[in-house]
């Protein structure tokens, strides 16, 4: 499975710490993740959203990228899905944040620019999952975030969009061989 990494400098580590670094990996399950300069809450409004979701929609499909569940909140979202080309990642999301941050900018009372950085130049996180367990536990805290940072107790999220059932879409990963076996992560060494 090759693996072509991209960041923002060619200096591996910046203040001792690690540069981070997108990975373009075909055929790989992938967890995306993005907020909102500031924690500012741009999506705060219905209109906001349906933005949101119709250029999620638009690009997921034109790249390829099919999406197991998503949940956007008032300033962030996440997704978990499955990207065939690697090399789709990056246009995809240039595409989706440039159209979403200006759209949604465009109904705000003050611009939000830059609209997506929170600090730097990392307008997104990405990561390809390692394992099943690793999906399970990603899916399952996508599908919680409405009802943590809501406090609806029991109460469907409305901008939760399960796309594909949890097992199943671990079922097809796992016959796909799209999990990224073998490359350490860290968060899972501790």
């Given at each position: 499975m090759p693996i072509r990494k991209s960041s923002i400098s060619r200096d591996k580590y910046y203040q001792n710490h690690h540069r981070f670094e997108h990975?373009?990996?075909?055929?790989c399950v992938y967890f995306i993740t993005s907020r909102c300069r500031n924690k500012f809450p741009a999506f705060e409004s219905e209109a906001a959203k349906q933005i949101f979701w119709?250029?999620?929609?638009?690009?997921?499909?034109e790249f390829d990228f099919v999406p197991w569940i998503?949940?956007?909140?008032?300033?962030?979202?996440?997704?978990?899905?499955?990207?065939?080309?690697?090399?789709?990642?990056?246009?995809?999301?240039?595409l989706l944040h440039g159209s979403v941050s200006k759209l949604v900018n465009d109904t705000l009372a003050q611009r939000l620019r830059p609209f997506w950085y929170d600090s730097g130049k990392q307008g997104y996180f990405d990561g390809c999952l390692r394992d099943e367990i690793q999906a399970d536990r990603t899916?399952?805290?996508?599908r919680r975030q409405g009802i943590r940072h809501l406090g609806a107790k029991g109460i469907h999220?409305?901008?939760?969009?399960?796309?594909?059932?949890?097992?199943?879409?671990?079922?097809?990963a796992?016959?796909?061989?799209?999990f990224l076996r073998g490359v350490p992560y860290k968060r899972y060494e501790k």
């Open positions: 990975w373009y990996v075909d055929n119709k250029k999620f929609e638009q690009y997921t499909s998503t949940t956007l909140m008032h300033n962030h979202y996440h997704t978990v899905g499955y990207l065939k080309k690697g090399e789709n990642l990056r246009e995809m999301m240039r899916y399952r805290y996508i999220y409305p901008h939760t969009r399960i796309n594909i059932d949890k097992d199943r879409a671990i079922r097809r796992l016959g796909l061989n799209a």
